[in-house]
Every structure is written in C-alpha cells, then in structure tokens.
C-alpha cells in the first residue's frame, strides 16, 4: 500500500480482519489495486471467480439482462430462473431446484427440506466441517470457535468423525439428514474418502434420512469434474451449490433428486431476492463455460501436476485436494505463521492467498488461469516459501 492510498472503514462493524489492499479492478486470474499494481490471483474471492475476473461472457450476459429487467420478484415467473434451475438439476440430480442468496442460505433450505420429509428428526455432520453461519448451517459447522460466541443453537444437531464407523452408527431411525463436503474446504481442504460417502448414502437409504452434500465451494468444475460427487460415484438426495454460480453475484441453489422435487409446497420457504433475472442470467453464463469436457479435463491434469510441484516447495510437508482445490501444508516449525506469509505474499510477491490456519495455505485459482500464470504464482510462492528469500 502507497503512503497515498487509505482506507476508512469506520462505517463498517469489523467483522473481517482486511488486508491493507483495496482492489479496483479485474481480468481473469489477475487484480489492480487503487495505486494501478498488478497482482495473480489464486483466492478468487474464496472459489467465487471461478472463471476469472471479467469473463466476457458473464458480463455480457448481466449487461444485457439488467438492461432489460433487474427484479421482478417471485410471485412471477421468469425466463432466466427457470432455465437455470433445468440446467442445474439435468446436469446433476435430476429433480427440480430452490434458489437462494447464498450457499448458507441454500444449506438451510436443504436442512428444511430434510426435516419437513421426516417430520422432525435429527441432522448429522462431520468434524472439519463448515456449512455456513445462519443458525442452522452453522449448528450443522461444529467448530466451536465459531459456534459458542452465539448459543444456544438449534437443537437436534450431531457431529461426529468423518469414518465409516462413527457415521453408521450415528444415524437411525431419528436421522432426518446428513450433510457432507465431499471436500472439505475451509477446514484446510481434506477430501473425505469414498468410503465414508458410500457408507453415508447406505445408512440414509436404511434409515429412510436424506443425504446432503454441500458442493457450495467444491461444485462448478472446481475438481475437475462438473460436481464434486462424480469422482466418487455416490450421489445425494439434496445438493447445494452457490459461490462460483453467479460469477461474483449473490446466488445460491439447493438442488433435489425425484424423491425431494415437491419438498417444498408454497409457503414453505422463500426469498426475495432469489432466483432473481441477473443473476439467473450469469448463472446461465458459467455454467456453459465450467461444462465444458475440456475445461474440465485440463482442471484434473493441471491440477495433479501443481499438486506435485507444491509438494517440492521448501518447507511443505503434504499437499491435499483435488484439481483447483489444494492445501499446502507448511512445516509446523517454521517460524512464519501462514496467516502472516499470506501478507507478505501480497507485499513481496504480489500474489493473493488465502490460509485457512496457522500452517495451510489454501490454492483456489480460477479454472481458466493459464499454466503460464500458474507456473509464476509457483515461482513468487516459492521465493515467498524459501528461508534465504524470506531473511
């Protein structure tokens, strides 16, 4: 930041902790700050940009649609929601689909839905993960850090560890749902084993329960294949997709099978905003560029080769995810703290990071970043990471 640039925020409630950076402008996997300096982004505004800054598609798409109509509401019908939402369940569970604002918003619908089909019951996670900060997703977060500042929560809410065991024996015949991240994103991205997935969607199916999987961050092409559970085969009843759908606008979408298509009766749930044309309409936009075969194929075998070259940077001692969702795990004896290199990355080396703890940073380029690109990141990443650079 130049002795020029400031920054008040003395209208906000602090409720994030900012980097001293104020970003302007956008193209691709790269961002201008206010002072006009250049930086290569691999956060994406937390797997929001998925297909980069600026994509010319998107913006054409919301240019045209705000030209034509912004907000009409949902006691109306409208052409971009309802395309979307075919799209959205033709590709994946086959059902019918209920927008949302956001990917917590879209997790308490699928939490509802759950309970109404059961009348009652109980809703299961996992440890590690994270569904959100309204009451219900967050009930569903166990992570007490972010859960006692705001208890009591909602009742009938259980976690236990993401193993074969612990989860069969969790849910019976009082289970209304299990909600899973296929990967498990802001816990430090660690991939939950097929097994675990099938022996979730085997005591469902016993227990008559609905299998919940959370593709908010991991959906859209971020692994390489279009939805996060085709890698493993196992497919859910309720699914919930949101950050990269709207290519930066707020929209959420909890996606059902046959089973779930009729959960909701009107009244049951709703939003204002939701569903509504413009986003609808950039949703319709990314979707075509992330269902692209190649894309999608270049995202795997990109992705495997930026995972070995982590693995060969000074100081990282595993390397976790799957395609353009990865976790570099640092030397817990180092004495830089991820939190703070992912500062020093910004300064030095111009390259925005993310970390999820004290030793893990978290990779989330755009699915369109060129290996070119890429392979400059690695190289800031690895001077930033070197114990002679960094003196």
Same mark, same amino acid.
């Given at each position: ?25 956008? /193209? ?17 505004? %937390? ?21 034509? =109509?912004?907000?009409?509401? @949902? %006691? ?13 369940? /033709? ?15 879209? @997790? *308490? ?43 009591? $929560? ?12 612990? $989860? ?51 959906? =859209? ?35 059902? @099978? ?20 413009? /986003?609808?309409?950039?949703? %319709? ?9 190649? %894309?999608?194929?270049?995202?795997? *075998? ?23 969702? =990865? ?26 990071? @993310? ?5 893990? $940073? ?22 930033? =990471? ?6």
């Amino acid at each position: 930041m130049s002795a020029e640039t400031a920054f008040d925020d003395s209208g906000l409630v602090p409720a994030y902790a900012r980097q001293p950076i104020q970003f302007v402008r956008g /193209q691709g996997a790269r961002l201008w700050d206010a002072d006009g300096v250049e930086y290569l982004d691999l956060q994406t505004g %937390l797997a929001v940009n998925s297909v980069g800054h600026a994509h010319p598609a998107v913006v054409k798409a919301i240019t045209e649609q705000a030209a034509a =109509l912004i907000h009409v509401g @949902n %006691l109306f019908h409208s052409a971009p929601g309802a395309e979307l939402a075919t799209r959205l369940a /033709q590709s994946s569970l086959g059902g019918r689909v209920h927008f949302a604002n956001s990917g917590t918003e879209a @997790n *308490e619908a699928a939490i509802k839905m759950a309970r109404k089909a059961k009348r009652g019951g109980d809703v299961v996670s996992v440890h590690r993960g994270f569904h959100g900060r309204t009451y219900g997703s967050l009930s569903a977060t166990p992570q007490e850090a972010k859960q006692a500042p705001f208890a009591p $929560l909602v009742p009938g809410f259980f976690a236990v560890s993401p193993t074969v065991e612990a $989860l069969t024996a969790a849910i019976d015949a009082q289970t209304a749902a299990v909600i899973l991240e296929p990967i498990q994103g802001e816990s430090g991205v660690y991939v939950l084993d097929d097994e675990v997935l099938r022996a979730a969607r085997e005591a469902c199916d016993h227990h008559g329960a609905a299998l919940i999987f959370d593709e908010v961050q991991v959906g =859209l092409g971020r692994t390489g294949t279009l939805w996060a559970y085709e890698h493993s085969g196992v497919v859910p009843d309720l699914m919930t997709v949101a950050k990269a759908l709207g290519g930066g606008l707020p929209i959420g979408a909890l996606i059902t @099978n046959e089973r779930f298509a009729e959960g909701f009766e009107p009244g049951d749930h709703g939003s204002t905003f939701a569903g509504g044309p413009v /986003q609808c309409a950039a949703g %319709l936009a990314v979707l075509d560029v992330v269902s692209d075969p190649d %894309l999608l194929a270049r995202v795997r *075998e990109t992705g495997e080769r930026v995972g070995h070259l982590l693995a060969e940077l000074p100081g990282v001692v595993e390397v976790r995810g799957r395609g353009f969702m =990865l976790a570099a795990e640092l030397d817990p004896a180092r004495a830089e703290p991820a939190t703070e290199l992912v500062g020093r990355a910004l300064r030095d080396e111009r390259l925005v990071l @993310n970390a999820t703890g004290p030793t893990t $940073l978290r990779l989330l380029p755009s699915l369109t970043i060129t290996d070119a690109e890429l392979d400059e990141a690695l190289a800031r990443l690895a001077r930033l =990471l070197d114990p002679q650079e960094s003196r």
